[in-house]
């Protein structure tokens, strides 16, 4: 059975394409002919055009970590909140154009891909996404692009399941979705995405994904030092460290201190006998964790100081590099 656009022509939300005698052209002015919001995307350069769809929808990174992916989130493809629910969790939405950032949280920060235009368009799915002989996309890249294509879609179907949710997605500061699309219509294209997991790429088999988990395993799984950089200074990225550190000399102080104030006390009435049973034990154990205490002090100060080196070393590499190219 031949493959068809998972949606109609009287569906569609972008009419700037048309196929005219075997050939896609726009609709409006057969003079422009690049991708709808790529001027410089050639509506006849195939290569341009795989490369450009590459760029926007492949997650080549997460579906390298799929099979990994239940260490950082819920297994879950619906496990996405909504546009008014990330509001109400505190998340600011910030855009990005990199498909690997898609609904990836950190803090008080979430990403989101807005919708490439294109990706509305019926001419363009015939065109460019459904079989031809000879193909205009090879396998096996014209079914990932396919497989990253509907994730995306039906990852909307999900953030955008009521009118507040269509209002925020439309605001100029967001602008998700391109403009003069009404509601209904909106919500008439993209439930034709409420797909199965098998159609989807092995990243959007998973929803929401932690950022600060991901990149923990990056450096397991991928060999990253991160999947993607959060700070971008010393001071902010050492400062993430702060709050444990000091929750851990904090305890190792109040600990210390309290065996000082035993100590001394015992000073005052006279030191036990060696042999006198608990007091000993108690000595002993006294010694032994002030001497665990001086190793974790000198291993959280090695540890930071060869963090400091390594970020060092990697940014006079990457400088390096980039000088004698």
Same mark, same amino acid.
């Not at 000091?246 to 000073?267: E, K, R, T």
């Given at each position: 059975?031949?493959q ?7 569906? &569609?939300?972008? $009419? ?24 410089r ?13 590459q760029? *926007?929808?492949?997650t080549?990174?997460? $579906? ?7 260490l950082? !989130? ?7 909140s909504?546009l008014?629910?990330?509001?109400v969790?505190?998340?600011n939405?910030?855009?990005? &154009?990199n ?19 294109y ?20 396998e ?8 990253? !294509? ?6 909307? !179907? ?15 500061? $967001? ?17 034709r995405f ?26 397991i ?12 200074a ?5 400062a993430?460290y ?45 010694r ?8 974790v002090? !000198? ?15 990697? *940014? ?10």
């Open positions: 059975m031949a068809l656009v998972p949606f109609t022509k009287l569906e &569609e939300l972008c $009419n700037d394409l048309d196929i005219v005698d075997g050939q896609i052209q726009q609709h409006k002015n057969s003079n422009e002919v690049y991708l709808p919001g790529h001027p995307i050639q509506l006849h350069d195939l290569h341009g055009i795989k490369e450009c769809l760029t *926007e929808l492949m080549t990174d997460l $579906n390298k970590l799929a099979p990994y992916l239940w950082v !989130a819920k297994q879950d493809s619906q496990h996405i909504s008014t629910e990330q509001i969790r505190g998340r939405i910030i855009l990005t &154009e498909p690997g950032l898609h609904l990836l949280w950190f803090d008080n920060r979430v990403f989101i891909k807005p919708i490439p235009k990706l509305l368009s019926h001419a363009f799915w015939d065109y460019y996404l459904m079989p031809t002989n000879p193909p205009r996309i090879q096996p890249v014209r079914k990932e692009l396919i497989q990253a !294509a509907y994730g995306m879609l039906r990852s909307f !179907a999900i953030l955008i399941k009521h009118e507040s949710d269509f209002a925020l997605a439309t605001r100029k500061e $967001n602008q998700l979705i391109p403009d003069n699309i009404s509601y209904a219509s909106f919500i008439n294209f993209i439930d409420q797909i199965t997991d098998n159609q989807v790429s092995p990243r959007y088999q998973y929803g929401e994904l932690r950022l600060m988990r991901l990149n923990f395993w990056s450096r799984f991928l060999l990253r030092f991160n999947y993607h950089k959060v700070e971008w010393y001071g902010a990225y050492f993430r702060y709050g444990p550190i000091l929750f851990i000399f904090g305890v190792f102080s109040l600990l210390l201190s309290a065996m000082q104030v035993v100590f001394n006390v015992l000073a005052i009435q006279g030191l036990p006998d060696p042999g006198s049973g608990s007091w000993w034990t108690f000595a002993v154990v006294s032994d964790f002030s001497i665990f205490t001086l190793v002090v !000198a291993a959280i100060t090695a540890f930071l100081l060869a963090t400091f080196i390594a970020l060092f070393a990697r *940014e006079l590499i990457y400088a390096l590099y980039h000088l004698h190219r």
